[in-house]
């Protein structure tokens, strides 16, 4: 089956301190892989994105995240944490099937409180 | 170039009533997403449609929840009769392909 875990539901860190986000997926099908971030009512955005190449794979305001194809992981981090990091952290997978269809599955997200 | 437009931004209504959202995807992309936000969740996904035609719809709730793309632009999904728990915030996404996925700002939806 197709899965999205998102392993803490809650994060809660010092400011400055480094801080990873785990997700992990199951699947027999090839991915692409996104992190999303929400702030408090507001859209998601989107924070970064593993399509093919490196595995390592760097975002907006400062992320990061690398694939890790034999662990199925996209764990996500940032060395040095804000305040305005403070939101909730998403991580969604396109399956992606031989067909040619695909499917955009979110996992059930990491709040990131980041403390002074 | 323009986002993903959807409207109206909130909506309250009494249960049983309907309801419905509009969707205007980004020009020239052909994959729409409707999905459901209920608070303290990730989005799970409602329906999937490729220019007009559905892809998936296997966990829209046929009996009240509909949806339509027309002309393989514009699209509306709505809810007859709502439950309380439909209660939630209601995303459309448009893509050209697999990655490039654009997120509207949703439509919170409250029922009382």
């Known amino acids: 089956a197709q899965s999205v875990t998102q392993l803490d539901s809650q994060v809660p860190v010092f400011e400055e301190a480094p801080v990873e986000l785990r997700c992990n997926y199951s699947s027999s099908v090839s991915v692409y892989l996104f992190w999303y971030v929400q702030y408090p009512n507001q859209g998601l955005q989107l924070l970064l994105k593993y399509l093919s190449g490196s595995t390592l794979v760097k975002g907006i305001n400062g992320f990061e995240a690398e694939f890790n194809k034999s662990q199925t992981s996209f764990h996500l981090r940032k060395p040095s944490v804000h305040i305005s990091d403070t939101a909730e952290y998403f991580c969604a997978v396109n399956f992606l099937t031989q067909g040619g269809s695909e499917k955009l599955v979110f996992g059930k997200g990491t709040k990131l409180t980041v403390n002074p | ?112």
């Open chain 2, 1 to 112: 170039e323009a986002g993903v437009a959807q409207s109206p931004r909130y909506k309250i209504i009494e249960k049983r009533q309907s309801v419905a959202f509009w969707c205007n995807p980004i020009s020239g992309h052909a994959t729409l997403y409707w999905y459901q936000q209920i608070l303290g969740q990730g989005p799970k996904l409602l329906i999937q449609f490729q220019n007009n035609g559905v892809v998936d719809d296997s966990q829209l709730p046929k009996d009240r929840f509909s949806a339509e793309r027309l002309k393989g632009v514009d699209s509306t999904l709505k809810i007859q009769p709502a439950k309380l728990e439909d209660s939630a915030v209601y995303l459309c996404a448009s893509s050209p392909k697999g990655y490039g996925y654009t997120f509207g700002s949703g439509t919170r939806l409250t029922v009382v």
